[in-house]
């Protein structure tokens, strides 16, 4: 790794912990049982390091310089867009984008095994750009990763995401993306597909929804660093929002993301998980911050058979709950757990801290087990018509979690200088000094060491958790 010079102490800190950029990737088995640690199978890296895999197959070039006509693909004449390269590759190749600024549209619409790779040859420095959004319909075998992919601020998009992927039978991999700057719509949309990684890509400032996986099962939403900054205070939507509407999702994961900033408006949350069946959501952090208000951090409505473990909710922002909001708006909450988690308020202004209807109101089987709860020294808030209430949690962990939150800069991408705004060179090294300055308990936090043992052998940065783990995302350093 270079020497990075002028690294604030938050950023020194965090160096020691880059090795874990190799965080733990997938194991061989599937969410038969919602307590089991486990993504679908047969999907995504094997990710034991930040790196990408060498190029396979026949590699076909793609260059602002090339030419459609007389290009053939080699390094030699290269072709000038992505469509006529997606036209030249066979299974099993891998397409380079060089850098440069491409604005025609990428379509996929093959399907393809082995999968092809379709990469930037520098990573973040080939920019696909309004209007050229970049959609998959009913695609499948294509991993697209390195890629710098913006709306610029595009206005007038309708209801066009950035990145579109419909109908994907699977399988498919999006990793290692910057995606930003939506205008006025969602940044990324996985519509109606099954078998689907969205992983360790750097998300930030949409229009209304970060990233939107509607209707999709088999989905592993992981390792993904989603934020808002000032210039996206006309985001009022989610920053990750997993559901099905009429049509059945199931064995979806959303795990060791980290979502951080907060400028939309009530009545959302900044992960929200509607109507799947099967779904585990563990290791993420939540950092709560912003200009905006929203109804509670987690929003869980008409799951049925979830987990929902190990994460960390740290900050404050107006909110009308100040851990969950469980509703039943498109059906009954059955067989949901959420234990070893930690929401942490250090300000004290703590609003009550779950709200949603109790088993008299279509949600039955909903267990609390030792959470970690701190509201700056106060008293932990009750709604008193809702159908949890701290006393739900009869081994809840009341103390202060003493996590690190030291202060990050975003780290938006600069694509004149090519470095994040925290001094980072990759997604990776993002991630990890986020983390790191953000969510990590100091050894004497209250929930270190105190958790009941679960399948989870990881937290948030891949590092393995001790026989009695640590309460929320992060073991201590």
Known sequence: MPVLQGLTPYVMGALALTAACGRVGFDATRIDLVDADVPPDLLGPNATTCDYPPAAGTLVHVATTGDDVAGDGTAATPVRTIGRAVELAVAGDTILVAPGRYTDLVTLLTQHDPPITLRSAVPYQAKLAAPGFVQCFRCAGWTIEGFDITADGFVGGGSQPVVHLLESPGPLVMRDNIIRDSGDDTLVRINRSINVVFARNLVYNAGSIGVHVPNTSNAVIEDNLIFTTASS???????????????????????????????????????????????????????????????????????????????????????????????????????????????????????????????????????????????????????????????????????????????????????????????????????????????????????????ARTDLDHDLLGRPRPTTPTLGALEPR
């Open 233 to 451: 205070a006309n985001a009022s939507l989610p920053l990750l929002w997993v559901e099905t509407v009429n049509m059945g999702s199931s064995n979806d994961v959303v795990r060791r993301n980290l979502l951080r900033g907060w400028a939309g408006m009530r009545p959302w949350a900044m992960l929200f998980v509607s109507g799947i069946d099967v779904v585990l959501v563990e290791n993420n952090l939540l950092v709560l911050e912003g200009p905006g208000n929203l109804v509670a951090p987690l929003w869980f409505d008409g799951v049925s058979r979830g987990v929902v473990r190990h994460n960390t909710v740290v900050g404050h922002v107006d909110a009308t709950y100040g851990a969950a909001w469980l509703s039943t708006n498109t059906g009954p909450i059955a067989d949901l757990a959420l234990r070893n988690n930690v929401w942490s308020d250090p300000t004290a202004m703590m609003p009550p801290i779950f709200g949603g209807p109790g088993p008299s109101a279509g949600a039955t089987n909903i267990t609390l087990a030792g959470n970690g709860y701190w509201n700056g020294g106060q008293p932990i808030p009750d709604d008193p018509a809702a159908g949890l209430a701290l006393a739900s949690d009869a081994t809840a962990v009341i103390g202060d979690p003493a996590l690190s939150a030291v202060g990050a800069p975003l780290p938006t991408w600069d694509p004149v200088a090519k470095v994040f705004a925290d001094g980072s060179t990759t997604i990776c090294e993002a991630f990890v000094r986020q983390a790191t300055a953000l969510g990590i308990p100091a050894s004497t936090g209250a929930g270190v060491g105190v958790a």
